[in-house]
T-cell receptor, first 113, second 116 residues
Framework: GESVGLHLPTLSVQEGDNSIINCAYSNSASDYFIWYKQESGKGPQFIIDIRSNMDKRQGQRVTVLLNKTVKHLSLQIAATQPGDSAVYFCAENYGGATNKLIFGTGTLLAVQP | ETGVTQTPRHLVMGMTNKKSLKCEQHLGHNAMYWYKQSAKKPLELMFV???????ENNSVPSRFSPECPNSSHLFLHLHTLQPEDSALYLC???????????????FGPGTRLTVL
């Protein structure tokens, strides 16, 4: 994907391990957050979302944690698989505005077999 | 396949050309979006349409002109572009046009645009 052209932080994990990808968001009034996955040559894929009235939300093999005190979001992937290798980025609805999504630059997750 | 298709997949155009990008969604969604993904910047939301009405225009230059003739089709008309407009243009759709839990956006594969 295009975002690979950026100098992205890289997280390298062994297959089967758990992965934790972090994101710092910018506006304390933002109240909705999304995690996306983007594989090379493809469009982003929605993974999971969370509202600011929640601290944690779980999906299939993924968990999103929200710490509003420090404006921090994390994505945990359990039992990481080679197919999880991609760029992951978060988005916030900036200041709580409707449809004003601001995206992070992303983290490259590299899964080693 | 996400149910969102974009054509063309690649486009090279001169600064004086006029071209259009097309997006079609086969998911029965009510909202469609245009995004720009540049090599040196994060993903940027450009336009949001809900029930064929534009509900968001994130300060996009007028050389980009969207059109949503129906809930399944979205166009981005391009004219007098600049080389810095070269990017991957992504289309997405969702059931509703507002940000809400599980109102998942489905993205197309994008059109890679190069402006010479």
């Amino acid at each position: 994907g295009e975002s690979v052209g950026l100098h992205l932080p890289t997280l390298s994990v062994q297959e089967g391990d758990n992965s934790i990808i972090n994101c710092a968001y910018s506006n304390s009034a933002s109240d909705y957050f999304i995690w996306y996955k983007q594989e090379s040559g493809k469009g982003p894929q929605f993974i999971i979302d969370i509202r600011s009235n929640m601290d944690k939300r779980q999906g299939q093999r993924v968990t999103v944690l929200l710490n509003k005190t420090v404006k921090h979001l994390s994505l945990q992937i359990a039992a990481t698989q080679p197919g999880d290798s991609a760029v992951y980025f978060c988005a916030e609805n900036y200041g709580g505005a409707t449809n004003k999504l601001i995206f992070g630059t992303g983290t490259l997750l590299a899964v080693q077999p | 396949e996400t149910g969102v298709t974009q054509t063309p997949r690649h486009l090279v155009m001169g600064m004086t050309n006029k071209k259009s990008l097309k997006c079609e969604q086969h998911l029965g969604h009510n909202a469609m979006y245009w995004y720009k993904q540049s090599a040196k910047k994060p993903l940027e939301l450009m336009f949001v349409y809900s029930l064929e009405e534009r509900v968001e225009n994130n300060s996009v230059p007028s050389r980009f002109s969207p059109e949503c003739p129906n809930s399944s089709h979205l166009f981005l008309h391009l004219h007098t572009l600049q080389p810095e407009d070269s990017a991957l243009y992504l289309c997405a759709s969702s059931q509703e046009g507002s940000l809400a839990l599980d109102n998942e956006q489905f993205f197309g594969p994008g059109t890679r645009l190069t402006v010479l």
